[in-house]
């Protein structure tokens, strides 16, 4: 069974700092593009970051410069480092395995990890 497990997830103070973790297992790791979503309560989920193998990162307007994802396919890991962090980033988020071109690929979600910004 394929799991994508979160972690690194707490309560941090406006302009604080939190990594996450996302393990993957069972899963074909490098032929996956590899993403981070939030959801705020009342909000749509949205696209954080995501980076396929040896892509260019992609991020959201919203935390270009202060949120650095990275990928570790050895360890078949996923990281989303976030710096300066505001209010408006607290929300839950979620690893995601995102199949690509490759549709006839299964998607898989973590269950996610909650992000709590406040003073």
């Known amino acids: 069974q394929v799991q994508l497990v979160e972690s690194g997830g707490g309560l941090v103070q406006p302009g604080g700092s939190l990594r996450l973790s996302c393990a993957a297992s069972?899963?074909?790791?490098?032929?996956?593009?590899m993403a981070w979503y939030r959801q705020a309560p009342g909000t749509q989920r949205e696209l954080v970051a995501s980076v396929a193998e040896k892509g260019i990162p992609n991020y959201a307007d919203s935390v270009k410069g202060r949120f650095t994802i990275s990928r570790d396919n050895a360890k078949k890991m996923v990281y989303l480092q976030m710096n300066n962090m505001k209010p408006e980033d607290a929300a839950v988020y979620y690893c995601?395995?995102?199949?690509?071109?490759?549709?006839?690929?299964?998607?898989?979600w973590g269950q996610g990890t909650q992000v709590v910004v406040s003073s």
């Open positions: 995601y395995a995102d199949p690509g071109a490759a549709t006839w690929r299964t998607d898989y």
């Open positions: 069972r899963i074909p790791f490098s032929l996956y593009v």
